[in-house]
């Protein structure tokens, strides 16, 4: 049965999309794992990354149709052999208002309930509705990885609902790293609530700048305030990588993706490690007080 991973952070641009399909690739291409990748984010930038081709190619073939029907197998799209992918396109972005329309909570006289800032109420099934249609594919996949939006919103607590572990990103900046305080306490919510098997399996710094003094006291803060639940990798900014995006992983169009892999293939194998021997890390108040 699959290890289903969420990679992630509430904030904007910090290689959630990059790490996902590169680690996506690497166990698929490379380690010859079955892998799907589940892209949960309305922008589509997952889709558009592993396939080359625009999100509209994929209208009424994505996450939300698969969801919609509870059953995810008429959306799988092969990429390869072993690596696989539920595409996702703007209209994703109606997933909080279908949430509210059809997964509220009432009080005795059917009143929807709301909380103090008038927002509506899920049911707990709310939180469920990924999960349960990912549950009916576990079985085919060694792996599912997905790809989360920028913004705390509903498609966390769905996605987080719906994985075994997660894998926190942070770009090597200030607003970066204090993103991470902030996801940690959105994974202790999921532990208490929808999920109490969710396991953070580690915290990995993106984007570094070796040159740079900002991003080098931010990588060092990482190390310093989170210890071993850092992977020891770092993933530096580097023009490969960057080409991912337009070139994607054919290694006949993208010559250099051998070079941006390299320190993905480092982090990968860690993270099979800790899968491996069963290493994860509590999300205590101690913990998520650290990022202060
Ligand atoms: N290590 C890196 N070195 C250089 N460029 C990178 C690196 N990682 C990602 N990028 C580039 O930075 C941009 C943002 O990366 P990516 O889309 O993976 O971030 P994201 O967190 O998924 O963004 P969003 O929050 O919008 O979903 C992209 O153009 C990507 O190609
Ligand atoms: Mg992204």
Same mark, same amino acid.
């Given at each position: 049965m699959a290890e289903v991973i969420t990679i992630s !952070?509430? /904030?904007?641009?910090?290689?959630k999309s990059t790490t996902t399909g590169a680690m996506a690739y690497i166990l698929a291409e490379e380690l010859g794992y079955k892998t799907l990748v589940i892209d %949960?984010?309305?922008?589509g930038n997952e889709t558009e990354l592993l396939?080359? +081709? =625009?999100?509209?190619?994929f209208e009424d073939n994505t996450i939300l149709n698969a969801m919609h029907d509870g059953d995810p197998r008429d959306y799988i799209l092969a990429i390869t052999d072993n690596l696989f992918l539920i595409p996702a396109d703007e *209209?994703?972005?109606?997933f909080p208002r279908y949430l509210c329309g059809n997964y509220y909570l009432e009080d005795e006289n059917g009143n929807v309930l709301r909380d103090e800032y008038g927002t509506i109420q899920f049911s707990p099934e709310g939180h469920l509705i990924l999960k349960n249609t990912l549950d009916k594919v /576990? =079985?085919? %996949? =060694?792996f599912v990885l997905i790809d989360t939006p920028p913004m705390l919103s509903d498609f966390h607590g769905n996605a987080l609902a719906a994985s075994d572990s997660c894998i926190i990103v942070y770009q090597t900046g200030k607003f970066g790293f204090k993103a991470v305080r902030k996801f940690l306490e959105t994974i202790k919510a999921s532990q208490e609530g929808s !999920?109490? !098997?969710? /396991?953070?399996r580690g915290i990995l710094p993106t984007?570094? *700048?070796?040159? +740079?003094s900002e991003s080098k006291a931010y990588t060092h803060l990482g190390k310093e305030q989170y210890k071993d639940i850092m992977f020891d990798t770092v993933i530096k900014n580097t023009a490969n990588i960057s080409q991912l995006a337009i070139y994607g992983f054919d290694p006949k169009e993208n010559k250099g993706l051998n070079k941006a892999l390299e320190q993905y293939r480092e982090v990968t194998t860690e993270v099979l490690r800790r899968i491996k021997n069963d290493i994860y890390f509590e999300v205590t108040e101690e913990l998520i007080g650290r990022g202060e």
């Open positions: !952070n509430q /904030k904007g641009g910090t290689g %949960f984010d309305p922008q396939t080359g +081709r =625009d999100t509209e190619e *209209h994703l972005g109606v /576990k =079985d085919y %996949f =060694d !999920n109490p !098997n969710l /396991k953070l984007m570094a *700048h070796t040159q +740079r």
